[in-house]
């Protein structure tokens, strides 16, 4: 985002619509063991973030998520 100029727009355009399919998504498949992914991700983001990176894909591909969403 760097660079931009208007990173307001750009937040609009990019990451409001990623974060509203995630959160959509979550909603969709809520359940214990997912919480639990969660969880786990977290503690791996904090040890190594390209770790995290490619588990939360791993998942999404699991769900079936929708490609832009991946």
């Known amino acids: 985002m760097e660079g931009s100029g208007d990173p307001d727009l750009l937040y609009n355009q990019i990451v409001r619509p990623w974060r ?3 959160g959509l998504l979550y909603i969709y ?3 214990f063991g997912m ?3 969660v969880i786990v991700l977290t ?3 904090i040890a190594a973030r390209r770790g995290a ?3 939360v894909q791993g998942v999404l591909r699991r769900w079936n998520a929708e490609p832009l969403l991946i």
């Open 20 to 22: 509203s399919r995630l």
């Open 29 to 31: 498949k809520q359940s």
């Open 35 to 37: 919480d639990l992914w």
């Open 43 to 45: 503690a791996v983001v």
């Open 53 to 55: 990176l490619a588990l």
